[in-house]
């Protein structure tokens, strides 16, 4: 093919066609409206199916915490030392092994008929021990103790309490020290850490010796003699977590602020005479609000821990006042004889402790700044 049948100087004008020449050209609208950061990290949050329903699970939690003890007919206080160490027991649910009253008992075989006749179930098996015949029974302990219309739904411990209520009213004070440990950590942590951040310099030198210093001591060892100094309660044991509990928080903060305090923009606002307030709490901390959240999610689980540990050494919360830690500690004692004393706290910390670090990697994923955006 030629040149000549490439220039455009060479086309005839009828060859051409105009198009759209009566249609006004514009630019396209824009469709939906601007999402901000804290609306785009709620949504990619709720895409996290195990961190939404871990959300779900420490709501219902929480609730229960706060409206389980008036669901039952007892206080968490109130005993009954002839119902000791009643086994579970819910009507709708006494289909259920766990759930029906019953337990296992090795008794005489000739004492079945005089003794447990009446709440005798079932031979589960027999044996001879010293010449003596045994057999392990199934007993409706209700019965036994002539109480058929008395429901302990999670059972009672060795002074006759109502373990529904006293787990629920003992999970609402692990939620209140967690909360006040959580509170105060996060405080002294974000103006401890802003501090040594943003001046640096010799200030930073001497506030992160400190912080060294604190930390080198084991944590164990201060929590146990603040408590042995000011005494078990509910505060003492809040604030003993609170000793070394922000030195986490406030080294992620002064990592923050020692990346911002250098940003252009920061710099600009310097330039055009912000105080140092205004660089502190407008310009470098609401960076950090990620970062915030996701620790002050993850905190609670450990201060709950950490109230049931010392529960669990006898540390913690004195009775009659229940707690996570103390109904453990009580019913490790007899766990193979009451399993249930054990088993619901067991679960309930269990769950608590998984739903609560789910729903704090749900958080941290949702507020990356490099995952905004991504579906």
């Known amino acids: 093919m030629s040149e000549k049948q490439f220039d455009i100087n060479n086309i005839p004008k009828d060859k051409f066609e105009f198009v759209q020449i009566d249609t006004k050209l514009h630019d396209e609208l824009i469709q939906g409206e601007a999402i901000g950061f804290f609306k785009d990290a709620m949504i990619r ?23 389980g003890p008036s669901l039952s007919n007892y206080g968490y206080a109130e005993q009954n030392i002839k119902l000791q160490n009643m086994p579970p027991r819910v009507s709708w649910l006494s289909g259920l092994k766990l759930f029906s ?60 309490r109502d373990l529904w209520t006293r787990l629920w009213r003992g999970l609402r004070i692990s939620f209140f020290i967690s909360l006040i440990a959580m509170a105060v950590n996060i405080l002294v942590g974000i103006i401890y850490g802003a501090i040594s951040g943003y001046y640096g310099g010799w200030i930073d030198l001497i506030m992160q010796r400190i912080i060294e210093i604190i930390g080198g001591v084991p944590y164990l060892v201060i929590v146990i003699l603040f408590v042995f100094y000011y005494g078990p309660g509910i505060l003492p044991i809040a604030l003993a977590m609170c000793l070394t509990g922000w030195i986490g928080m406030s080294r992620m903060i002064r990592a923050q602020f020692l990346k911002y305090k250098e940003m252009e923009y920061v710099l600009a606002s310097r330039t055009l005479g912000a105080s140092d307030g205004t660089l502190i709490f407008r310009h470098i901390l609401p960076n950090a609000a990620g970062i915030i959240i996701t ?14 540990f010392l529960a669990y050494l006898g540390l913690g919360i004195q009775a009659p006042e229940p707690s996570i830690g103390v109904l453990l500690s009580e019913g490790q004692k007899v766990l193979l004889q009451y399993p249930h004393l054990t088993i619901f706290p067991a679960i309930v910390i269990s769950v608590m402790m998984i739903a609560f670090n789910l729903m704090g990697n749900g958080l941290r994923d949702a507020f990356d700044p490099t995952l905004r955006g991504i579906e």
Request: glycine share 6%; net charge neutral; charged share 25%.
């Open 295 to 308: 620790m002050s999610a993850l905190e609670i689980p450990g201060a709950i821990f950490g109230e049931s």
């Open 45 to 67: 949050f709720r895409k996290n199916k195990a961190a939404l329903v871990s959300f779900i699970i420490i709501a219902f939690l929480a609730i229960m915490a706060i409206i």
């Open 101 to 160: 009253g019953t337990m296992t008992k090795a008794v005489r075989t000739e004492n079945i008929e005089s003794k447990y006749k009446n709440a005798y179930i079932e031979t589960l098996s027999t044996r001879t021990l010293k010449g003596v015949d045994m057999s392990t029974i199934r007993l409706d302990m209700y019965k036994l103790n002539e109480v058929e219309d008395v429901y302990y739904w999670f059972g009672s411990d060795s002074l006759g």
